[in-house]
């Protein structure tokens, strides 16, 4: 989920949609909550997608190191 709001967010035009992407998420976590899930299941996906969005940055800077100086410009 967090990854979504990130490439949502890198998308936006400017500070109004990036507003708007993070109250729409916001909006289906409550809806998932007001559905029945447990706080724990809403958080757990909050942080799982948080450790992907880790993940693929710290993949992006390790790939980006690992190339010679010349050929990363």
Do not use: H, T
Not at 50 to 55: E, K, M, S
Request: net charge negative.
């Amino acid at each position: 989920m967090n990854v979504q709001i990130a490439e949502a967010m890198n998308n936006a035009k400017d500070d109004a949609d990036r507003y708007g992407i993070l109250a729409g998420f916001a909006s289906c976590n409550r809806a998932l909550l007001e559905k029945g899930a447990a706080q724990e299941l809403v958080d757990a996906l909050y942080f799982a997608g948080a450790a992907i969005n880790r993940w693929r940055a710290i993949a992006v800077v390790r790939e980006a190191a690992a190339k010679p100086l010349d050929a990363a410009s």
